[in-house]
């Protein structure tokens, strides 16, 4: 008989880790529902054809396909195995697979949108809290399957949806303690930089050369741009681009320079200028300081069109924990033009990830029972069964131990689960209606009477 496992990538959650995930959560929902946003959820599968070619080439590799069902039908056998040949050489066919896991929350939206629309009341602002699958090289902080939590907004050119964004991200991570650095730039800037290099077509080998420079270095990238058919010329110019460095300002008036008229280039640099002087304006301080242009940021996924977004935690050696950017014709693809959208996205498991290197979760948080009556008889454990019914009305967390045992194993038990209070009830505190508390942390402990225990501040 095999040995119990799970699938590589992915990962159990056992009750503290839950209790951190939930609180990562909540505190983001609570940020959402603040700015307006409503929940929405969609199918863990979409159907194939809504994924495809939505996330470029080496994003459509990581899309997890579900085989269809009846494969084992003999009569079959001839065309499934033409279908799997098709399938060997990298092409989709029906005949095997027409669904697939969802690669990320974005494009289901998307999906959503275009068949809702007519009846969504826009702008629309919705976020959505479940988990996505990629067929990615499992390492620390990725996974093959994550959770992501989004906010997008649908239906508004408004440059002010930018800044509302930036600031749940600012907003929401100041109330999770982690000191971050929110880096932006726009696609349109990266357009402009196509165009000066021969052509919008070369835009896709150059986003995707450019979004790995963290991770291979300058002359790696430029080696890749190389083999994508960029001459030395063209690379130059995307070298200048790259080594774009100083203040807010400086930067931009660098890009400037390069660009000088193009008005692509222009557009987004106006885009850039409208985020950073209205998110000063406003006072917004934690924002000012952790907003940062990074013109080398090309966010590798081919649906967004304007302002894009990624999130480091400063002080941990870790990838972006979110990212997102403006899409102003996603739902195009699905044969409804013209709705314009933005988004973000926060990486929960790099969070988490985060969160407990630099142990920034709540001790509180880490109790679920709050308090353990003892069972030392069938007497005794009813009505102890009785007041703890009494306690949980009050939304008090306790249970009872499950048989008669000897104090020591049922201090032991408490021990183990970490449970702070005890309440014990002999024939003697039957007898006289009261009951014994003690705190385990401390040692102390004190008689009550039952009105006493209902009475109590846990």
């Known amino acids: 008989?095999?040995?119990?496992?799970?699938?590589?990538?992915?990962?159990?959650?056992?009750?503290?880790?839950?209790?951190?995930?939930?609180?990562?959560f909540n505190t983001i929902r609570s940020v959402f529902?603040?700015?307006?946003?409503?929940?929405?959820?969609?199918?863990?599968?979409?159907?194939?054809?809504?994924?495809?070619?939505?996330?470029?080439?080496?994003g459509d590799k990581l899309i997890f396909k579900i085989l269809n069902n009846g494969l084992d039908n003999v009569a079959k056998h001839q065309q499934i195995k033409d279908d799997f040949e098709k399938v060997l050489i990298g092409k989709n066919t029906k005949g095997i697979t027409e669904r697939a896991l969802r690669y990320d929350l974005t494009i289901p939206f998307a999906r959503y949108v275009a068949m809702n629309h007519g009846q969504l009341t826009f702008p629309f602002k919705r976020y959505q809290i479940q988990p996505v699958w990629r067929a990615d090289r499992p390492q620390r902080g990725r996974y093959r399957e994550f959770y992501q939590c989004d906010c997008d907004v649908v239906g508004s050119y408004s440059l002010i949806n930018e800044v509302e964004l930036a600031t749940i991200y600012a907003t929401a991570f100041e109330k999770l303690g982690i000191d971050v650095e929110i880096k932006i730039n726009s696609r349109k800037i990266l357009a402009a930089l196509a165009e000066l290099c021969g052509g919008a077509d070369k835009m896709i080998d150059i986003t995707i050369a450019i979004d790995k420079l963290d991770k291979i270095g300058i002359e790696k990238v430029k080696d890749e741009l190389l083999q994508r058919g960029l001459n030395d010329s063209q690379i130059s110019i995307i070298e200048k681009y790259l080594s774009i460095d100083g203040d807010t300002f400086q930067k931009l008036s660098a890009a400037e320079n390069l660009f000088q008229n193009n008005a692509t280039?222009?557009?987004?640099?106006?885009?850039?200028?409208?985020?950073?002087?209205?998110?000063?304006?406003?006072?917004?301080?934690?924002?000012?300081?952790?907003?940062?242009?990074?013109?080398?940021?090309?966010?590798g996924l081919n649906y967004y069109t304007g302002i894009i977004f990624e999130v480091k935690a400063k002080n941990v050696n870790m990838g972006s924990i979110g990212g997102g950017g403006r899409y102003d014709d996603l739902t195009g693809t699905f044969d409804v033009p013209n709705i314009p959208g933005v988004g973000i996205s926060f990486g929960v498991d790099r969070i988490y990830d985060v969160m407990e290197e630099l142990k920034l979760f709540p001790a509180e948080m880490q109790t679920a029972t709050q308090v353990l009556f003892f069972n030392l008889g069938e007497a005794e454990s009813r009505a102890a069964f009785g007041l703890m019914q009494q306690l949980r009305a009050k939304n008090i967390r306790c249970e009872i131990y499950h048989e008669q045992a000897k104090f020591d194993?049922?201090?032991?038990?408490?021990?183990?689960?970490?449970?702070?209070?005890?309440?014990?009830?002999?024939?003697?505190?039957?007898?006289?209606?009261?009951?014994?508390?003690?705190?385990?942390?401390?040692?102390?402990?004190?008689?009550?009477?039952?009105?006493?225990?209902?009475?109590?501040?846990?």
């Open 1 to 24: 008989m095999a040995k119990p496992s799970l699938p590589q990538g992915t990962r159990d959650f056992n009750a503290e880790t839950v209790r951190k995930r939930n609180y990562i």
């Open 33 to 58: 529902e603040v700015y307006g946003f409503q929940p929405l959820e969609t199918p863990a599968m979409e159907n194939l054809d809504t994924l495809m070619g939505k996330y470029g080439d080496e």
């Open 265 to 299: 280039a222009k557009k987004g640099l106006e885009e850039i200028y409208f985020l950073i002087n209205y998110s000063q304006q406003s006072q917004i301080s934690n924002l000012k300081s952790q907003i940062n242009i990074d013109f080398t940021l090309a966010r």
């Open 409 to 458: 194993k049922q201090f032991k038990w408490a021990d183990k689960k970490q449970i702070p209070y005890a309440v014990i009830m002999g024939s003697t505190e039957l007898e006289n209606g009261t009951c014994t508390l003690k705190n385990l942390k401390e040692g102390v402990q004190e008689i009550l009477t039952n009105e006493q225990l209902l009475a109590f501040e846990f």
